[in-house]
């Protein structure tokens, strides 16, 4: 990889990076309960060992272990060793809502298929049109479609009276947690359960969260919006004509072993190549500022290790990307392996990332043990605090982070 020829001036850097295929992170207004109100960070540090009040006057009760954080290490120190990773799908589905179990359909209706031939092409998208008109509410944080998922293959998944996988979560989740140590801004917050002897875990939205996006600038949302108008450009559904509808998502279902542990997890895919009628290969597409590859600073801006996490998390092994001037417009579209992107890094190592995966499970683990029933549903909460480089723990009872559905739990009693 060539030294880059430019720097792109706009924030990319920053700029918002998603899940799925919409936008490159959205954050969304999470909902105060399991049919999707507003959730609420009313986290402060010095809380400890006390009750604490909604605004309605009712109680409930949180226990932080503050003097128990985990301090996230610099990536050096855990830059070691080749931990083991392998990665295969195992389902797919797709969905109009998170939050509802009822708009989950075990099909493949809104997989989009990649329209143009994977090499470069000189193009003219103007990213720009329909952005005045554009309206999203963003990604739903909840679990409630995976745990949906779950009860379509119970069998399979649930033997001897437990799950068959360690860890339940969207990839969101892994990616926040791998790259916390890098993270020097954005704050996190999972609410985790133990359940039949396996760790869900839940994001929700915290206050600097919503603070940032309020506070986002007209550009950062055009930002937003370049990714879901890419995406349209250059994607087709085989089964309608209609456009793209950001609500419509394609979601795959992974089974992955990082060291000892195994995990499930979903996993928004943008679109897929048709290799032939019955093979296809997933591909993610991003949107970025430059004329060329060349431009774009994988040595050094560690943004493309989000990117690489996102990828090989699921296997993806090509990119599409959309390279855009500052007026929105993409001009080329061409072909990215993801293997290059790791090979020009400088500034991270895959090893890294897996090792604080693992010293993060351990500490989870030692934090939650409890079984979450019906008469016992405590939840732990584990925050990254940027500005201390820590993870913290606290235990709460509060009815908001009740994220496992009755419908869903009284299925496992």
Not at 3 to 21: A, F, L, M, S, Y
Request: proline fraction near 3%; include cysteine; charge should be neutral.
């Amino acid at each position: 990889m060539n030294n880059p020829k430019i720097t792109p001036r706009e924030k990319d850097d920053v700029v918002i990076e998603e899940e799925g295929g919409v936008f490159e992170r959205k954050i969304e207004h999470a909902r105060s309960s399991a049919q999707g109100k507003r959730q609420r960070d009313d986290y402060s540090d010095d809380s400890q060992n006390k009750y604490r009040q909604h605004s309605d006057g009712s109680r409930f009760a949180t226990t932080t272990t503050q003097q128990d954080a985990l301090p996230v290490p610099f990536w050096k120190r855990i830059n070691r060793g080749q931990i083991a990773f392998e990665t295969r799908e195992v389902g797919c589905f797709s969905l109009l809502n998170r939050t509802d179990d009822k708009e989950c359909f075990d099909d493949k209706r809104y997989l989009r298929v990649y329209k143009y031939p994977l090499q470069t092409l000189n193009v003219n998208f103007d990213l720009k049109i329909g952005e005045a008109d554009f309206v999203s509410e963003g990604q739903s944080k909840n679990i409630n479609a995976m745990l949906w998922w779950l009860l379509q293959r119970k069998q399979d998944i649930y033997k001897n009276n437990r799950f068959t996988f360690d860890f339940l979560s969207w990839r969101g989740v892994l990616r926040l947690i791998m790259f916390s140590i890098f993270e020097k801004q954005s704050d996190w917050l999972l609410a985790v359960v133990k359940f039949k002897n396996a760790y869900f875990l839940c994001e929700y939205v915290t206050e600097k969260q919503l603070k940032e996006e309020e506070n986002m600038s007209p550009e950062h949302r055009s930002f937003c919006y370049y990714g879901h108008k890419f995406e349209e450009y250059v994607t087709k559904n085989n089964l309608s004509t209609e456009t793209l509808n950001p609500s419509k998502q394609f979601s795959g279902v992974f089974q992955s072993t990082i060291g000892s542990y195994r995990l499930l997890y979903g996993a928004e895919m943008d679109c897929v190549i048709e290799q032939s009628s019955s093979i296809t290969e997933h591909i993610e597409l991003k949107v970025c500022a430059g004329k060329t590859l060349d431009d774009l600073p994988f040595r050094h801006n560690r943004k493309f290790a989000k990117w690489w996490i996102q990828c090989f998390l699921v296997g993806i092994k090509r990119m599409i990307i959309g390279l855009r001037d500052n007026n929105g417009i993409v001009n080329t579209v061409c072909p990215l392996d993801i293997s290059s992107i790791e090979r020009a890094a400088e500034t991270w190592n895959r090893s890294s990332f897996f090792n604080f995966f693992l010293i993060f499970a351990d500490f989870l683990s030692k934090h939650v043990i409890t079984d979450y029933t019906n008469d016992y549903k405590d939840v732990v909460l584990f925050r990254f605090l940027p500005s201390l480089q820590k993870i913290t723990v606290e235990k709460s009872s509060d009815p908001k982070y009740h994220f496992i559905p009755d419908w869903f739990s009284k299925e496992f009693l």
